[in-house]
């Protein structure tokens, strides 16, 4: 009996062995692991994420920032010209220092309330120019301290008003 059985699955796998065999021909059936799935997964989800914050970095907050207002033009103020002598300690002769200034304001608008000032800024130009030595006025450095002090004594004079900068028009040391 057990050989009648044998040879009954021997030909249901022969008449199934060609139907088998095209199937397997036609695609091949694989599972693949679960962990595999979720490697990929994973890598998927990190690309995106990097993408998508790559993204918002460099496009995205740049288009939140708002218009730069147009920078107001400059306004200028001629000084007259300040000439002095310098003070010297045993000095053969006299050294004299040429002064062409003009002071840049922030507006228009402050123009009129510094002009009634200038005496007293040429007063205290005058002051602090008699009182340099030629050494104080050698090299950029010099001349950068000497705008500096002069653009503060100027920002005192004119209080509460404000002098952005003190420029030279020309600077002559004789």
Partial sequence: MAAKAKEAEEEKKAEQAPEAEGEAAAK???KLPLKL???AGGAVLLLG???GGGYYFFFHHKE???EVAAAKPATF????DVLVNLSGVGADHAQYL???IVLEVPD???VPLIQPLMPRVLDAFQTYLRELRPTDLDGSAGL???KEELTRRVNVAVAPNHVTAVLFKEIVVQ
Avoid at 77 to 80: G, H, I, Q, R, S
């Fill in 98 to 100: 040429k002064v062409k």
């Fill in 49 to 51: 994420g990097a993408g």
């Fill in 64 to 66: 939140a920032k708002p």
């Fill in 108 to 110: 228009a608008s402050v």
């Fill in 77 to 80: 103020v001629d000084m007259p």
């Fill in 144 to 146: 950068y301290r000497l």
């Fill in 28 to 30: 091949p059936k694989r």
């Fill in 37 to 39: 799935i979720a490697i």
